[in-house]
């Protein structure tokens, strides 16, 4: 029996990094915190007769790995979703947990709607494999996120992403792998990333101003350029709203990913008890990235615009969002006063399809979630140079301004190349003179 109403919410993503330290003692209290990291991280192999814990060598954990042969109540797999062999024992243990009062009813009804989106989409794209997937992917999803349940992993200002002893970066390239038609994708100027990777080789900093489409962003990157830049793909440090650490559906995909952590300015007045907590959080998340850009050869990814780009209501075609010129020129401040030396591209992403966000922005996590197959892209434009680009401007308003507009600008044209390449089926033949079309490698279909 289906556990759903008839409208459920459901699922976000995210990112951050733990503390997680193992003593070797005989307290109480230490012998706890043993137990508790073996259940996040089953991985870990306890050495009793040293007491410490060390990471089981050639066996990290990944999708593709076998579970241990430890019950889950030892090492926190959860046997009621990592033994699943069929769709009925999924969602028979979601019902089981529910039940059994381990699993609230709201998350519950978000992690079967998840299944049942997520099984839609993967079987749209027509693999032969489509049922071995679902099954494979969702089974270490569920088991992530009740282990979030049980025991909520708590995010720091900066997360670093989480690859051993459980691989976190794996686990979300291997879910939205699925979703991406590769056919259909495009990548845009790709030698300007490997111009960036050779930057950051030389201790400089780059940043990335990108309008923002989905919660999957992160995974679209990065699949999209794991082949020819693979350093980008795994280094990019997010710059993401608070409201996508907080699901706990979406947290272990957060986990995977870096973050740097700030509260939007669209809901820093949901609740006014909270805006002075989110101001000294936001203060605090600036203080780490300054720090971040002062060692040099970082990778920030931001979105000016505050949120998710929707369609517009009347004529429901999607754009970019318009971007916030304060946000830019605070980005910019920040990297001219590191002193390592940056770089700032516009970055523009086409992937709404896959995981489109609701209408309208809404106060309340827990948005309604769908999940889709296509085609996406991303493309980088020429490096936009501050002092040419205001050189004419009579003010510092005026030149912060200027400079926003042209950054959107190049945005808004790399998106019309994806759209056309993507959505109006012109392909590489999309190319203009200032945005070269590629595909990734179809590796991935093999």
Avoid at 51 to 62: I, L, N
Avoid at 69 to 84: C, H, K, N, P, Q
Avoid at 105 to 111: C, F
Avoid at 410 to 424: D, K, M
Wanted: proline residues 7%.
């Amino acid at each position: 029996m289906s556990i759903l109403p008839p409208s459920s919410p459901t699922l976000f993503l995210s990112t951050r990094n733990p503390r997680v330290s193992l003593l070797p003692s005989t307290s109480t209290s230490s012998s706890w915190r043993v137990r508790s990291a073996l259940r996040r991280f089953p991985c870990l192999a306890f050495s009793a007769a040293h007491g410490t814990a060390e990471t089981v060598q050639d066996k990290k954990c990944s999708l593709s790995s076998t579970p241990p042969t430890v019950s889950g109540s030892e090492l926190g797999y959860s046997s009621t979703f990592i033994d699943a062999r069929s769709e009925q024992d999924l969602l028979s243990g979601i019902q089981r947990e529910l039940e059994a009062g381990t699993l609230p009813k709201t998350v519950a009804q978000m992690m079967e709607e998840l299944y049942y989106n997520y099984k839609n989409a993967v079987f749209k794209s027509g693999d032969p494999r489509a049922e071995e997937i679902v099954l494979s992917n969702m089974r270490v999803a569920f088991d992530r996120m009740f282990l979030d349940v049980k025991e909520p992993f708590e995010f720091s200002p900066y997360h670093e992403a989480i690859r051993e002893p459980f691989n976190y970066y794996l686990f979300g390239q291997s879910y939205i792998r699925p979703l991406i038609n590769f056919r259909e994708s495009y990548v845009g100027n790709v030698s300007l990333f490997t111009k960036m990777e050779q930057q950051l080789k030389q201790g400089k900093n780059v940043i990335l101003i990108s309008n923002h489409q989905t919660e999957a962003d992160p995974a679209v990157i990065a699949l999209l350029l794991e082949t020819t830049n693979p350093h980008i793909s795994e280094n990019i440090i997010y710059v993401a709203g608070d409201r996508v650490i907080t699901d706990p559906l979406c947290k272990p995909f957060s986990m995977g990913r870096n973050l740097l952590c700030v509260y939007s300015k669209k809901h820093m007045n949901d609740d006014p008890e909270l805006v002075d907590m989110k101001r000294r959080a936001n203060t605090r998340s600036l203080k780490e990235m300054a720090l971040l850009l002062r060692g040099g050869s970082k990778i920030i990814w931001i979105a000016p615009s505050g949120g998710r780009d929707r369609p517009d209501p009347v004529t429901n075609q999607w754009f970019p969002a318009a971007f916030d010129a304060n946000s830019l020129d605070n980005m910019r401040r920040l990297v001219h006063h590191a002193g390592a030396g940056g770089h700032i591209y516009p970055l523009a992403m086409l992937c709404h399809d896959i995981m489109p966000p609701p209408p309208q922005v809404e106060k309340e996590i827990g948005e309604k979630r769908l999940i889709s197959y296509h085609g996406t892209g991303v493309s980088v434009g020429p490096e936009i140079n501050f002092q040419e680009a205001t050189a004419c401007c009579g003010s510092p308003d005026e030149a912060k301004a200027v400079y926003s507009q042209a950054v959107y600008d190049s945005v808004c044209e790399q998106y019309n190349v994806l759209q056309s390449a993507i959505n109006g089926g012109k392909g590489l033949e999309a190319s203009t003179l200032n945005v070269s079309l590629s595909q990734p490698p179809l590796h991935h279909l093999s």
